[in-house]
C-alpha cells in the first residue's frame, strides 16, 4: 500500500475512535511516532486512556499534538508572563520534534503552580505541553549548543523526520525470512564497534567507533555489505565512548542520511566527544576524517529514546534500550525483529554492578534469542576488586605521593571513569580519609560533569537523593578546579602538591600528554591508571613497563614517576561479573556471541560460557557474517 | 604504476631478453595472457624455452602472435588449396583469442603432412598456427553455434579480452589482509550454487545455478555483498549442470561486464543447458528470467582453461582446474590468494571413483589450506552400490519390464547421467545381458553425446581408445535412436517395448512429461530413476511414494507404473567415497566446509570427518560470510 493510502486509512480509523467534538485535523509519521494534529489537544487529553487504546489497536507510538503552537519567541514573552520571575528560569526549549516545551527553573514548584495551575494556564496560552526541570547545577555548553542548533534546524528537522517516519513505516515487501549480524569492527579487538543486523528488509548499523590503538583506523566501513550508505534503516547507538561513536559522523560524508538512536545523554555526550575528537586530531596534526558540519549533521538526524521505550525503527523491527550501568546513557539495544520471530541485544559495554554513579546492568528482557556480549575482561584470571578495596588503594596511593610532595596524574575517559573516581576523591576528603588538596580536572571533564547534572534521571536514585534532596552536589565540591588555559597548567605543573584527572584515558593524545612531558621524570609523582588501556596505545605501553618511549616528532617521553594500576573503578564488568549478567538472565538466550574483547578473552569467554550455561557461544571475527535465523 | 607503463616496461625488458634480429612489435594483456606481437613467429618458436624463460620471469602467462594474420576467409581457401580434398576437411575454426586456427578433418594425417610439412606450408601461408584434430564422430550443433558466434563477436572479444586483461594485471593496493567466503546459495540445500570469494582486492562469484526444487530461485543475489556486480572480478563456473549454470546469463542483464572462466566443455553444454532451460520454461508458461541475448552475452565473456593450467584471474588470485569426475569438463576450482598466502579449492560435484566416462575426482593439489566439499550423499548412510551391481539391476529391471511387454523410462540429466546409462545398455546389449531393442534418446541427449565427443580429451582414457582406437564409438550403436518431433514421440509412446532415455532429470519439465502422461497408468511400464532427485521436484515426490500428483492447470498425474530407484549411476561421490576423497588428499586442508546437501547430511558428514580426520569443519548456512584469513 502507499504510504499516503495507509496515512488516509488510519486517519479513518482515528476519527472513529474520537468522540465527537474533538477534531482530527490529520496524522502524519515523524520518526518513529504517528503524530495526530488536532485543534483540541486539551479535550483529547482528557479522554482516559485514548491515546493508549489507539497505540494497542494500531502498534503505534501516539504523540497528540495541537494544530496551531505559538511562535516560540511569543511563546517565550507569554510564559515569562504568566510564572513571573520568581521562579528563576534559566531556559526555555522548544521541543519542535514533540510539541513539548522544557522550562528549566531554579524553582521548578513555582512554575508548576498549585496542583499544576500555572502549567494548565500556560499552555492555554501557547498550545506548546510544558515540562519542568530543575536547573542544572552545573551549565553544560554542550547541552546549549546541541539546544541551539536544534531550535536553528527545527525546519528542515520537521521534514526529516517525515521523510524517515514515512521510510519506517514503508510495506513489508520480502518473501526470504532471515537474520544476520555481520561484524564490521569490535571482534577480538576492543572497539572499533560496528555491527551490521539485517533482514530482506532492513538494514542497521549497530555503533560506529574508533579503534583506540588507532585512531584513524575505521571499523571496516569499504566492504559492500553496508552499501550504499543511503540504504541503513538506521544507526543506533549504544553510547557515547569514542570506540563505539567516533565515526558516526563519517557516514553523513559518505551519503547516509537517516536517523541515529541513542538516548538523550548519549547524544549530547557523543557530540562533545567528537567535537573534542577532531581538536585532538588537530592539534596532533593529523587529518582529521570529517569536520564539525558532519558533526552537526549528526545531530540534525539524531533521534532521543528513553530507556524502556519500544520504537519501531524499520517496518520490521523494534528497538529498545536498556540501562547498561557503563556510562551516563550507555544503553543495552534490544531488537525485536518481524512479528514475534526473533531478538536479538547488542550489550554494547556493560557494567554488572551498581556503582556511585549508575544501577546495575539490566540482564532482563521479555524475549530474547541470542546476545553479543562485550567481553573486555572476559579472560578467565580478569577479576577486579571491589569498588570499596580500589578505593582504599587510590586513597593509600595518594596520600602516599602528596605526602612526598608529588603530584598524582588520573589520566581517565572524560566520560564515566572521571566522574565515578571524582565522586570518590571528594567523598575521601569530606571524610577526610585524604588530605585536603586540590583535584584539577583537565580536559573535558568538567563539561561532562554538567551534562550528567542535566540529565539525573540517568543517575542511580542514591546520587539523585545526595544531589536534590540532601542538597549535596558533590560535582560542587570546592575541591574541584577547572583547567581552561595553557597558563593554568603551567601554574598546576609547577604548584602545589595535588591530584590532576585529565584526559585521554588511553594516552593517546590530548592534556595529559603534557602533565607526562613536564612530570614524566619526577620521581615524587605518580601516574594512576584507573581505566582499561587498549592494546597499541600509549597506556598500554607505560603499564607494560616502557620507561622510554618515543612520540613522534622525534620526541621521548621519559618515564620516571611511579606508576599504578588501580582496578576496581572500570566501567566494565569483570569476569564474574560478566558470567553473572550471564548466569542470572532472563530469558537465557539461545545464541552468544563474545565480542569487543582481545582475542583470547573473547574465546575464553565464549568457552566458559559454552561450558557452564550450555548456550551456544561463538567469538567471531571480523568481516564475517551470521545468520541468527 | 598506471597499466601503461607496466606494459611499457615489460615491452622493454622482453625486448631486451629477445635475440636480435627477432621483432617484438608489442605487448598487450588479453584476458588473463600477455600476448607478444611479433613479425617473426617462426624465428620466435624456434628459440627453445624462449617463452618459457619469459614466463617464469615475467610471472605470466605468454603467448606470442604475429603481427600479421590473414582474413580468415582468404585462409580458409589458402588452406584448402594446401591440403587438397583428400583430407575431408568438415570445419576449420580461427580461435581469434589465441591465433590458432582449429583444422577438423576426417584425415588428420593429411593436413598434417610427412614430418609435418603440410602444417608447415599452412603457417607460412596464413600466419595463424594450425591445430588439427579428427572430425567429431557426432556432430553438434551447439558447439558449431558457439564457434560460429565466436568468429562473428571476435573484434569486440578481442577489445574485450584487452579491457579484462588491463582489470587482471591492475596493481595490489590494499594495505588488509584477509579473505572471505559469503555463501549466497546451495548450504543446506542442494544446488542453487553461488559463492563470493573475496579479498581486499579482488571479488570472485563462483557459480551462479538454480535450485532444482524451484526452478525461479535464484541464489541471493539481491544481498549487498554482490553489488555492484561491475565490481566482481570474475566468475568462475564449475561444471554446466543447471543447478551451478542456470543463471550466469542473469549477471549480464544485471550489468555484470567480466568474464566467465570454465573448462571449453563446460562452456558449451553451459550454454546448451542454458537455452534448453529458456525453452522448458517458455513451454511450461513461466517467465524467462533472461533471454538468448544474455546467453550469447555468457558465450561472449567466456574465458575456458584446460585442467592444470595456472591462470591469473585478480591482481592477488590465480585459477587453476581439476579434474572433479563428475560430467564431462567438470573442475575442482583451486584458488591460490595473494603471494603465498592462501589456497582455497571449491569441488563443484565430484565423483570421487572411475566411471565409464571418466577418471577419478583430483585430490592432490600444490597447496591447500581450505576445501568447500560437495555433500549430496553426505549422510551416514548414503552408500551407493558399486557400479556393476548398479548396472546388473537395471538390466534386470530392463528384462523384465521389456520381457512383459513395458517401457522403460529413465529420467535423466542430459548431461552425465544420460550417457553414463547409454555406455551402459548399449554394452548389455552388445554382450547380450540385454535383449535386443530401441533405446530412444528424448530431449538433448543426443547434443550432449554430440559436445561429448568433440572433446574426447575430457573423457577417460579407456573410452578414448574403445572410441578412437578401437574404432567402436558406442555412442554411435544403431540401438539408440533420436526423438526430434512430438510425431516421433507419439510413435514410441504407442510403439514396441522399449527403453526411453529422457529429460529433465528430476522431472521439473521436460520430454519427460510426456512420457508420464501416456505410460503414467500403464503397470506395464516402469519408471526408472538412475539419478539424485532434490527435495521439491516432482522425481523426489514420486520416489516418496506419491501416486497422484497435481502437476499444475489443474492436471493430476497418474502413477500406475513400477517405480524403481538404482543407486550406483550417480556422478556424485557416496558417503565412503567422499571420506575417502577427504583421507587421501594431499595436502590435508586446515578447514573443510560441508556444502551442496541437505541440512542433516552436511551437518552429518562435517562432524564425521572432524571426529576422523580432526580436520576443522563447518556446515555453513545460506547468506553468511567467514573469514579464512
Known amino acids: 500500500m502507499l504510504i499516503e493510502e495507509r496515512l488516509k486509512e488510519l486517519h479513518e480509523k482515528i476519527k472513529r475512535k474520537v468522540p465527537k467534538g474533538i ?24 479522554q482516559d486512556d485514548l491515546i493508549k487504546i489507539l497505540a494497542r489497536e494500531l502498534r503505534k507510538r501516539i504523540v497528540v499534538r495541537p494544530t496551531i503552537l505559538e511562535d516560540p519567541e511569543r511563546a517565550v514573552t507569554a510564559i515569562k508572563e504568566v510564572v513571573g520571575d ?97 561484524t564490521l569492527g569490535c571482534c577480538r579487538e576492543v572497539g572499533r564497534a560496528a555491527f551490521l543486523l539485517s533482514t530482506p528488509e532492513s538494514r542497521i548499523l549497530i555503533d560506529c567507533g574508533e579503534n583506540p590503538g588507532n585512531s584513524t583506523s575505521t ?12 540504504q541503513l534503516d538506521a544507526v543506533v547507538l549504544t553510547h557515547a565512548h569514542l570506540d563505539h561513536c567516533a565515526y558516526i559522523p563519517l557516514l553523513y560524508k559518505y551519503g547516509y542520511t537517516g536517523p541515529v538512536y ?61 540501562n547498561a ?58 577479576m577486579q576488586p571491589p569498588r570499596a ?19 598524582v596524574i588520573i589520566p581517565a575517559f572524560s566520560v564515566g571513569r572521571s566522574q565515578e573516581v571524582m565522586l570518590a576523591i571528594e567523598e575521601g576528603i569530606r571524610l577526610e580519609k585524604l588530605p585536603k588538596m586540590k583535584v584539577y580536572l583537565d580536559g573535558m571533564i568538567k563539561e561532562a560533569t554538567a551534562i550528567h547534572t542535566t540529565y539525573p534521571e540517568y543517575l542511580n536514585s542514591d546520587l539523585r537523593n545526595l544531589i536534590f534532596k540532601e542538597g549535596l552536589n558533590p ?24 591530584v590532576v584527572i585529565t584526559t585521554s584515558g588511553m594516552l593517546n593524545g590530548g592534556p595529559v600528554m603534557e602533565y607526562l612531558r613536564s612530570l ?39 618515564i620516571n614517576l611511579e606508576c599504578f594500576t588501580v582496578d576496581g573503578f572500570s566501567g566494565h564488568s569483570d569476569r564474574r561479573q560478566l558470567m553473572n549478567f550471564v548466569s542470572h538472565m532472563q530469558p537465557k538466550p539461545e545464541k552468544i556471541f563474545t565480542i569487543h574483547g582481545e582475542e583470547s578473552k573473547t574465546l575464553d569467554l565464549a568457552s566458559s560460557i559454552y561450558k557452564k550455561y550450555h548456550i551456544q557461544t561463538m567469538a567471531p571475527m571480523n568481516l564475517e557474517t551470521y545468520r541468527l535465523v
Chains 1, 2 share one sequence.
Not at 477534531?23 to 482528557?46: H, M, N, Q, R, W
Not at 605518580?526 to 592494546?535: H, K, P, R
Open 219 to 230: 571499523p571496516y566501513l569499504y566492504v559492500p555489505e553496508i552499501h550504499p550508505l543511503t
Open 23 to 46: 477534531t482530527v485535523a490529520s496524522v502524519e509519521f515523524e520518526g518513529p511516532e504517528l503524530v495526530i494534529y488536532t485543534d483540541d489537544p486539551k479535550s483529547f487529553a482528557d
Open 475 to 498: 560535582f560542587l565540591s570546592d575541591c574541584f578546579e577547572q583547567v581552561d588555559s595553557p597558563d593554568k597548567r603551567e601554574k598546576v605543573i609547577t604548584g602545589d602538591p595535588c
Open 86 to 182: 520568581n521562579a528563576g528560569i534559566t531556559d526555555i526549549f522548544f521541543e519542535q520534534d514533540t510539541g513539548e516545551v522544557l522550562i528549566e527553573a531554579e524553582k521548578p514548584g513555582v512554575v508548576i503552580g498549585k496542583n499544576g495551575a500555572t502549567l494548565r494556564d500556560i499552555t492555554k496560552e501557547i498550545g506548546w505541553t510544558p515540562k519542568v526541570v530543575r536547573t542544572p547545577p552545573i551549565e553544560s555548553s554542550t547541552v546549549k549548543q546541541v539546544r541551539q542548533y536544534l531550535r536553528a534546524a527545527h525546519q528542515e528537522r520537521k521534514e526529516l523526520l517525515r521523510r524517515i517516519g514515512r521510510r519506517i513505516h514503508r510495506d513489508v515487501i520480502a518473501k526470504d525470512q532471515w537474520i544476520r549480524v555481520t
Open 520 to 558: 614524566g621524570s619526577d620521581e615524587r609523582c605518580a601516574l594512576v591508571f584507573v581505566g582499561y588501556q587498549a592494546d597499541g596505545t600509549l597506556g598500554r605501553r607505560i603499564q607494560k613497563g616502557w620507561r622510554e618511549i618515543p612520540i613522534g616528532n622525534r620526541e621521548t617521553l621519559v
Open 262 to 322: 541513542s538516548t538523550p545523554p548519549t547524544r549530547d555526550l557523543a557530540a562533545m566527544l567528537q567535537l573534542d575528537y577532531l581538536d585532538v586530531m588537530n592539534k596532533e596534526g593529523n587529518t582529521i576524517p570529517y569536520s564539525s558540519n558532519e558533526v552537526k549533521e549528526y545531530i540534525k538526524h539524531s533521534i532521543v529514546i528513553n530507556y524502556g521505550c519500544v520504537t519501531d525503527i524499520a517496518p520490521d523491527i523494534k528497538l529498545t534500550f536498556h
Open 389 to 407: 578495596e580500589a578505593e582504599e588503594k587510590l586513597y593509600s596511593i595518594i596520600s602516599d605521593v602528596i605526602g612526598r610532595g608529588g603530584k
Open 325 to 382: 550501568g557503563h556510562i551516563l546513557g550507555s544503553a543495552i539495544a534490544h531488537f525485536h525483529i518481524g512479528d514475534g520471530l526473533y531478538n536479538v541485544a547488542f550489550t554494547g559495554d556493560i557494567h554488572y554492578g551498581k556503582s556511585r554513579l549508575f544501577n546495575a546492568a539490566t540482564n532482563h528482557f521479555p524475549r530474547l534469542e541470542a546476545l553479543l556480549m562485550e567481553s573486555t575482561y572476559g579472560g578467565a584470571g580478569d
